[in-house]
């Protein structure tokens, strides 16, 4: 028998909480958080769907997020609440992309260090800093469009291409 992994990403989260349904184990549920409203807005609510592993995918990124994963870590440990399992971020991609700051991803690669939560760096979107300018004071002027490919995804050298623990990955149903 073939076993089948499902993500359900939400904006709004709020339809799957309240039901009393139990998700099936191999469902991950997570919401998209671009900025900081977003993230207060669900982030609490998507800790209330009864999955097996809840992520936030920080992208686009647009501003800087404070995840508060110590916070949920503290409420699992003490209440049995769940936690965030894994965090996902990136830069906005296509013709409308708009900057991603470094220090804002910076952060979150951090917060997830400081909280043993898994990491997943996606790709700096449609830019790349321009290490020429980069003691400018001005960001704009510090980074150059060249598309999502070419840009890449490493993070200060190196592709963060964490998981959630393998302890909560579900194996193949007998």
């Not at 909480?17 to 900081?36: D, H, K, L």
């Not at 260090?113 to 898994?118: H, I, L, M, Y």
């Not at 060249?146 to 302890?167: M, S």
Request: glycine share 8%.
């Amino acid at each position: 028998m073939e076993f089948c992994q499902k993500y359900g990403l939400m904006q709004g989260p709020h339809e799957f909480t309240g039901s009393g349904e139990v998700w099936p184990e191999n469902v991950w549920a997570g919401v998209t958080a671009e900025n900081q409203i977003r993230a207060d807005e669900r982030i609490p609510v998507l800790l209330q769907i009864p999955a097996t592993i809840h992520f936030v995918s920080c992208e686009p990124l647009l501003g800087p997020v404070d995840l508060k994963l110590s916070h949920y870590s503290l409420l699992h440990s003490v209440s049995g609440h769940n936690k965030m399992d894994w965090i996902i971020a990136g830069g906005e991609t296509g013709p409308k992309a708009r900057l991603m700051n470094p220090a804002w991803v910076r952060s979150i690669r951090d917060q997830c260090r400081v909280s043993n939560t898994p990491f997943f760096f996606k790709s700096w979107g449609e830019f790349l800093l321009n290490n020429d300018s980069i003691k400018s004071n001005n960001l704009i002027k510090s980074f150059v469009r060249v598309g999502k490919k070419i840009a890449g995804r490493l993070l200060d050298g190196q592709a963060w291409n964490e998981y959630p623990n393998e302890t909560k990955k579900l194996t193949s149903p007998e």
